[in-house]
């Protein structure tokens, strides 16, 4: 009886040890999978951004925000949330409609590379 306890106590530590790994090995991959913006893409698609926001990424007007050091997945949420209209503004919704997943990669990607301004 010992022994019939002891063997469903070590396969449940298997069991576990096993989904673990499962788990490990699909945040991995999911991660690779995830899409990587290319700076110099996004440099050649943001030239319609820098009328708003300078080409620099630093804007000249105090109602358009610098992009330029602006955090990746932050410039990312920004444009897909203008893209799903859960933010809304009538030159930027447009624009982001216009944008595909690998456009808003790379632009986020540029941009976040851009020195900030101080």
């Known amino acids: ?3 019939l306890q002891f ?3 070590k396969s449940k530590v298997f ?7 499962m788990f490990c090995v699909m945040s991995v ?3 690779a999978l995830a899409e990587v913006g290319d700076p ?6 943001a030239a319609v951004c820098t009328a ?4 620099d990424g630093i804007s000249v007007n105090d ?3 610098n992009l330029a050091g602006q955090k990746e997945n932050y410039i990312i949420e920004q444009l897909e949330s203008f893209q ?16 595909t997943q690998k456009d808003i990669h790379d632009v986020a990607a540029y941009f976040s590379h851009l020195k900030p301004c101080n």
């Open 1 to 3: 009886m010992q022994r």
């Open 7 to 9: 063997y469903k106590s």
């Open 15 to 21: 069991l576990a040890g096993i989904a673990l790994a």
């Open 29 to 31: 991959a999911s991660f």
């Open 40 to 45: 110099a893409a996004g440099k050649v698609r």
């Open 52 to 55: 708003c926001h300078g080409p």
């Open 63 to 65: 109602n358009w925000p």
């Open 84 to 99: 799903k209209g859960t933010r809304t503004n009538p030159l930027m919704s447009g624009v982001a409609k216009m944008l």
